[in-house]
């Protein structure tokens, strides 16, 4: 996608974090913006703001669990727009501990953001901008669902996360492949940060009365949420940076956004144990103060 004035992009979780940087880079370039979020108050911060430095935006409060709600997205958006281009399937939250002490409640809730956000937006917002590109034969459109390098990796005491996240990957891959298949004039890219400060490590903020957490936190969800609210704070990579540099892989065809290509390392010496049928090997063993830090809590 090399054109962005005047076009329409939609970000879901677009009122905080990566969702509202990508909202500001697509306001500078001149497009017309939804956002999609269920915090109320962030949302209506983040429209203002946007208004103020002159875009058109249709906030709406979505909850991306839930397939009619993203219709009712994609129907507001048309409405107001008449076209969508650009679709961020962005918003996710974060929950950890080891993965026989995570609930069904927690499965349901992050499987539910994180997975079948991303399936709704793409299940939706796919057929409705080849629909736009069958009208226009100038249309160009893109999608970047947010994955991490939780899709590409695989920490311990974080496997809710790391399964919704390894989803997303397989989902944006086979995304590309079927776009390319059928020659459609619509991109796709996996985002896959690092840590970045941001309201992750608060997902629990917005977590729905219908997946509320059933017990008390266990000993080591307490550890690996102390543990990702250190990561995340001390991230040097700002979102305002992952943002730029999605918008530079849009606009280049680019498949796999990473914010952190350092950390690919980690993912090669992964891919060569399951090709070399090795058992995985440590995922701290470049960070080892991480895995003693984990140990001493549980
Ligand atoms: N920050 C990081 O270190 C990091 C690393 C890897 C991946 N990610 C991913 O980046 C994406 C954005 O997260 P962020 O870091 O900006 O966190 P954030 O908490 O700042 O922003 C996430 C936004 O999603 C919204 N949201 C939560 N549940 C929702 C729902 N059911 N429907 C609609 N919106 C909902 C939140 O209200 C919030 O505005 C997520 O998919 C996250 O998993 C973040």
Not at 81 to 88: D, I, K, R, T, Y
Not at 206 to 214: A, E, G, I, K
Request: hydrophobic letters at 45%; one cysteine or more.
């Amino acid at each position: 996608m090399k054109h962005f004035a005047g076009r329409v992009a939609v970000i879901t979780g677009g009122a905080g974090g990566l969702g509202r940087e990508f909202a500001t880079v697509a306001a500078g370039l001149g497009m017309k913006l939804v956002l999609a979020d269920v915090q109320q108050d962030a949302l209506d911060d983040a429209r203002r703001a946007l208004e103020e430095q002159g875009a058109e935006v249709l906030a709406m409060a979505c909850d991306v669990r839930k397939g009619e709600q993203v219709q009712a997205l994609a129907d507001a958006a048309m409405a107001r727009f008449g076209a969508v281009h650009l679709v961020f399937n962005n918003a996710g939250v974060g929950s950890g501990g080891l993965i026989w002490e995570n609930s069904e409640a927690d499965w349901e809730w992050v499987l539910g953001v994180n997975l079948w956000g991303v399936i709704h937006g793409v299940r939706i917002f796919t057929r409705l901008m080849l629909d736009c590109a069958a009208r226009d034969p100038q249309f160009e459109g893109h999608i970047v669902n947010t994955a991490s390098m939780a899709g590409l990796l695989n920490a311990p005491a974080m496997g809710v996360y790391n399964v919704s996240k390894h989803a997303v990957v397989s989902l944006s891959e086979t995304l590309y492949h079927d776009l390319q298949l059928v020659g459609a004039p619509v991109g796709a890219s996996v985002l896959c940060p690092y840590f970045v400060p941001t309201g992750i490590s608060q997902s629990h903020r917005n977590r729905p009365d219908d997946v509320r957490m059933d017990a008390a936190p266990t000993a080591s969800q307490m550890a690996a949420q102390a543990m990702t609210v250190k990561a995340v704070e001390s991230g040097k990579v700002t979102a305002a940076q992952v943002a730029q540099m999605t918008f530079d892989a849009v606009r280049d065809g680019q498949f796999y956004i990473y914010s952190h290509p350092g950390a690919l390392g980690n993912v090669a010496e992964r891919m060569a144990a399951i090709v070399e049928q090795r058992n995985p090997g440590d995922p701290y063993a470049a960070t080892p103060h991480v895995r003693e830090f984990l140990r001493s809590k549980l």
